[in-house]
């Protein structure tokens, strides 16, 4: 039978229920830094998923391990001991500040896992504070209460009502967090670095200056490393970076290279969860858990936070030159390779579209504000040959 030519984003607008806008694209294949439409046409990836692949596309080592371990053991209850999981939580306790790991299947999952671990811990240890004082434009998921503790009104808003149990306060103000702290706050939850806030990174200080407040106050420092976790801010962890250790961390996107995975981590002293509080099918499973490890690993073994150090330091430089010259680069800001360029203008969907059309995908965070996330393991001419793209389209908005 002759093959009929599907229209992909016609189907699209008739079978999926539509919660976002996509672009005009529909990519078939990847392999590096590098991935394919329909028509056989290359794009430079400078957002991977949205953090999500840190070892690229397609790559070969974890393709092998997936498919090895889909012909093993692919998933089993969560009632029966499973190495992968077991494995890659070892991990993940030596090479963290944290003693006890959970597994999840996404960020908002692993959140949820932490807000009920939080809740539990003040329920038994602080005369049933459950309250978690989070920041204005942070984000922790899309779940009913991750929304809630997410800090842009219009998520959450049209799901009304929410859970109780949260304050917000602006991020990057130690005074405000303190003024919310009241004898009911269980917990602080915060990013590193806000990512889908527009990769707002606060003042050096702040996270040591919240660490000290949880200290003085009895109450838990949740980091949220979902984006800036697994080595994407130039340390393998980005509370690394600060000197402030979280009694709770959360991860997911880069942790599996996009298999998906979550995991929650907490220190003993508050890992309260016992028989029957938390569970997931999927949860941990050995397919996911064989990825996790395969990718943990190599980041680790590959001393990936350290290239992804230099080759966020050469981004900033390239940055720093574009907005010497160019009048629509505002300034720019990130850790990294997790990195933003702020406009002069609020045409971050312009740029998108043009970069689109010279084959770069990077992301419109903000209408003024376009955020870049290549993989970890991107080679240098990649990243430059989509600087090129990325600069030259600016070349041409600022001279409109
Ligand atoms: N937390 C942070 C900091 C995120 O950036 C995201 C997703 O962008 C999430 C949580 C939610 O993760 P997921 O989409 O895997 O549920």
Redesign the pocket.
């Known amino acids: 039978m002759a093959e009929v030519a599907t229209d992909w984003r016609e189907l699209e607008s008739r079978v999926f229920m539509q919660t976002g806008k996509r672009q005009p694209v529909v990519l078939v294949r990847g392999e590096g830094s590098r991935v394919w439409d329909e028509d056989g046409k290359p794009y430079i990836d400078f957002f991977g998923g949205?953090a999500v692949t840190s070892l690229g596309h397609s790559d070969v080592a974890l393709a092998e391990a997936v498919a090895d371990q889909a012909k093993t053991l692919m998933a089993v209850s969560n009632l029966f001991y499973t190495v992968p999981q077991l494995q890659l939580a070892e991990l993940l306790v030596e090479y963290s500040c944290l003693d006890r790991v959970y597994f999840s299947n996404?960020?908002?999952?692993a959140?949820e896992g932490a807000i009920k671990l939080a809740r539990k811990w003040g329920g038994l240890k602080k005369n049933g504070a459950f309250e978690i004082v989070a920041a204005l434009d942070g984000?922790?998921?899309?779940t009913l209460t991750?929304v809630t503790a997410s800090g842009t009104d219009k998520y959450k808003d049209p799901f009304a009502p929410l859970p109780p149990g949260f304050v917000h306060v602006p991020y990057n103000d130690v005074d405000a967090l303190a003024g919310a702290i009241t004898a009911q706050t269980c917990a602080i939850m915060l990013?590193p670095v806000q990512?889908?806030g527009g990769v707002n990174v606060p003042d050096d200080g702040y996270l040591s200056a919240v660490r000290q407040l949880c200290d003085e106050h009895n109450v838990l420092l949740i980091l949220?490393e979902?984006?800036t976790g697994c080595g994407r801010c130039g340390k393998l962890f980005a509370y690394e970076l600060t000197g402030a250790e979280p009694d709770i961390m959360t991860l997911?996107?880069g942790i599996a290279s996009g298999v998906p995975l979550?995991a929650l981590l907490a220190k003993e002293h508050c890992a309260v969860f016992e028989p029957g509080d938390h569970g997931s099918t999927y949860g941990g499973n050995p397919l996911a858990c064989r990825a996790g490890y395969e990718v943990m690993r190599r980041i680790i073994e590959g001393r990936l936070p350290t290239k992804a150090a230099d080759d966020g330091a050469h981004v900033e430089q390239r940055f720093h030159s574009m907005q010497d010259r160019l009048e629509i680069v505002a300034g720019h800001r990130g850790k990294g390779l997790m990195r933003a360029l702020a406009l002069s203008r609020e045409v971050a969907p312009d740029v998108v579209a043009k970069c689109l059309e010279k084959g770069l995908i990077v992301n419109g965070v903000r209408p003024d504000t376009i955020r870049v996330l290549p993989a970890l393991n991107i080679p240098r001419e990649d990243l430059d040959d989509g600087l090129d793209i990325l600069e030259s389209v600016l070349a041409e908005l600022s001279d409109e």
């Open positions: 949205t996404s960020g908002a999952e959140n984000f922790h998921g899309r991750t990013e990512g889908e949220d979902v984006q997911a996107k979550g």
